[in-house]
């Protein structure tokens, strides 16, 4: 590797394309599509310096089109201590051997469990949500048809949508207390 190019872009899009022009522009290889915070993304290429840099003017172009375009850049003739920087970390992989005890041993199923409470939570959320969206006279309806025990049908016609909310809310759960 002789020369390394970077070329930093705005979104993922901008970055694969940015890629495919580059490496097809020129014979170079990709070493990363580092992504940083805020969709930034930066596009790293190594090769010979001239490929190198025809193949930046080729992502630039793309960028420019795409309208994400930050910054771009060529660094010629990289010393060996900063290619340190554009290596990937080395990840070690675990073997581990197959014996026949091993594939004797059935698997556990492991057991899902599923809570009910999250799905009445959620039961809960919807029906909230679907009477937000009424209108204040059609919750004044349901109120009188629930014959919800907080309010009292007086205080009904006078209610504001939130208490109405809540009263129906109390009546479905079993909430019969006045307040």
Do not use: W
């Not at 002789?2 to 990709?30: C, H, P, Q, W, Y």
């Not at 003017?57 to 793309?62: I, K, M, N």
């Not at 960028?63 to 850049?73: F, G, Q, R, T, Y």
């Not at 899902?112 to 919750?139: G, H, M, P, Y």
């Amino acid at each position: 590797m002789n020369a390394i190019g970077m070329i930093e872009v705005r979104g993922f899009l901008g970055a694969v394309s940015v890629s495919d022009a580059a490496l097809k522009s020129a014979d170079v290889t990709l070493l990363n599509a580092e992504i940083i915070k805020g969709g930034l993304t930066t596009v790293q290429l190594s090769g010979d310096v001239a490929a190198v840099n025809a193949a930046v003017d080729a992502g630039v172009v793309v960028a420019k089109e795409l309208n994400c375009l930050i910054s771009h850049h060529v660094i010629s003739r990289v010393d060996e201590q900063t290619q340190i920087l554009f290596q990937q970390p080395k990840t070690e992989e675990r073997v581990t051997e197959v014996t026949p005890d091993r594939l004797e041993e059935p698997a556990e199923p492991t057991k899902i469990e599923t809570k009910v409470e999250a799905t009445q939570i959620s039961e809960t959320n919807d029906r909230r949500a679907e009477l937000q969206a009424k209108r204040v006279a059609e919750l004044r309806k349901e109120a009188y048809k629930l014959n919800v025990k907080q309010l009292k049908p007086s205080e009904i016609k006078s209610a504001s949508k939130q208490s109405l909310v809540e009263a129906i809310m109390a009546e479905i759960k079993g909430v019969t207390h006045r307040g």
